[in-house]
Each structure stands twice: as C-alpha cells, then as structure tokens.
T-cell receptor, first 114, second 113 residues
Framework: DAGVIQSPRHEVTEMGQEVTLRCKLISGHNSLFWYRQTMMRGLELLIY????????DSGMPEDRFSAKMPNASFSTLKIQPSEPRDSAVYFC????????????FGSGTRLTVV | AQSVTQLDSQVPVFEEAPVELRCNYS??????LFWYVQYPNQGLQLLLK??????LVKGINGFEAEFNKSQTSFHLRKPSVHISDTAEYFC???????????FGQGTRLTINP
C-alpha cells in the first residue's frame, strides 16, 4: 500500500500562472477529498468526490479553482489564474468503500504564489 | 458531527508529564470520532478512532481517548509525553453513515525539556 501520493511536493509560481496539483488515491478507496491548510483558516475542505462524482464543492473558493477525477484512482486540482492569496498547503485524502474508517492523507503540496 | 471544538489552541507541557487535549462535539445523531496528528511539514496521520464498542480507545504512540456521550467529549490523553510528540493534533467527527469529516481547529502540543 503506497498511500495517497501527491505531486508536486512544492510548487512556486508567479501570479497569474496556472497551477495543477495531482493526487493518486489508495487502491480500493472510492472517496477523494481536497483540503487547503493555512495558518489563518486552518483546514478547509474544498471539494470531495465519491466514485468519481463531485458530491460537495461548496468549499471551492471561486471559479479560479476546479477539480476533476478522470478515473477511480486519480484527481487534479487546478488554479487558473493563481493569486498570492492561494499560497497554502493543499492536501488530498481518500477513504475506502464500505464502513467509514476515516481518511488517509497525502503528504501535501506546498504552493507559493509570488 | 455538526461541529467539533478543540478547547485549547496551544498546550505546552514538560517532557515526561501527562497531557490531555480536549475535544467536544455537537451532534443530534450518533457519530464516529477521530484524532489525527500532524508533524511539521507532513500530512495528517490517524492516531485513533472511535466507531463503536468500548469508550476507551487506544491509539499509536501511547495515546488514548475516551468517548463520553453525556459530555459530548472525546479528549486525548497520554500519561508521559516525549519531545517527539511535539505536533499539531486535530480532533474530527462524522455523522454515522456520512463521509464528510468535520475537523476542529487543532491544538499545538509543545514539549519542553
């Protein structure tokens, strides 16, 4: 079990550029959650998917953010155009089918927009 | 859980002292409860969970928590802390049957030598 894998671990980009964050779920997990963590706001749920279908995107800050799950094991979070206030650590987490046992988190992507 | 509250944003303790990190939840229905730990520059790692059964739950690294339904609490305890326990700790809850975890704001545990 390789765990939830996120890439890249660090991303530094200039304001206005497009940023794509990637997440690979654990095999056998069917729910995927994207979180953002900042000092000011703590952990915020941005969006989650169940069986590749977006269930709740009420946490997505604005239209500049979009997330996709093209297959059962992979997801992307895109920010276009990026702004300095998007600087944060972005985590994805997955949970398995059946009875809920909590989430398994990836190591996160630290995004810095300058 | 509709909400999860961690009562202390920071807890400083001396090495080898006991510690309790407090967590309260609000929910009108049955919940599952969790504690996660986040070491510096890492993701969140599951410490322990309460799903059902015994209200005293033991987790990794010598931590335990007790589910108290009447007080709607799920406090985390360790009898003797180590420098390596320095981290941020998150309490989280979910309504049974749902999938969306609600997290508390986190408690930063600092261990002083």
């Amino acid at each position: 079990d390789a765990g939830v894998i996120q890439s890249p671990r660090h991303e530094v980009t200039e304001m206005g550029q497009e940023v794509t964050l990637r997440c690979k779920l654990i095999s056998g997990h069917n729910s995927l959650f994207w979180y953002r963590q900042t000092m000011m706001r703590g952990l915020e749920l941005l969006i989650y998917f169940n069986n590749n279908v977006p269930i709740d995107d009420s946490g997505m800050p604005e239209d500049r953010f979009s997330a996709k799950m093209p297959n059962a094991s992979f997801s992307t979070l895109k920010i276009q155009p990026s702004e300095p206030r998007d600087s944060a650590v972005y985590f994805c987490a997955s949970s398995r089918k059946g009875r809920f046992h909590g989430y398994t988190f990836g190591s996160g992507t630290r995004l810095t927009v300058v | 859980a509709q909400s999860v509250t961690q009562l202390d944003s920071q807890v400083p303790v001396f090495e080898e002292a006991p510690v309790e990190l407090r967590c309260n939840y609000s929910s009108s229905v049955s919940v599952y409860l969790f504690w996660y730990v986040q070491y510096p520059n890492q993701g969140l790692q599951l410490l322990l969970k309460y799903l059902s059964g015994s209200t005293l739950v033991k987790g990794i690294n010598g931590f335990e928590a007790e589910f108290n339904k009447s007080q709607t609490s799920f406090h985390l305890r360790k009898p003797s802390v180590h420098i390596s326990d320095t981290a941020e700790y998150f309490c989280a809850g979910v309504i049974q049957g749902a999938q969306k975890l609600v997290f508390g704001q986190g408690t930063r545990l600092t261990i002083n030598p």
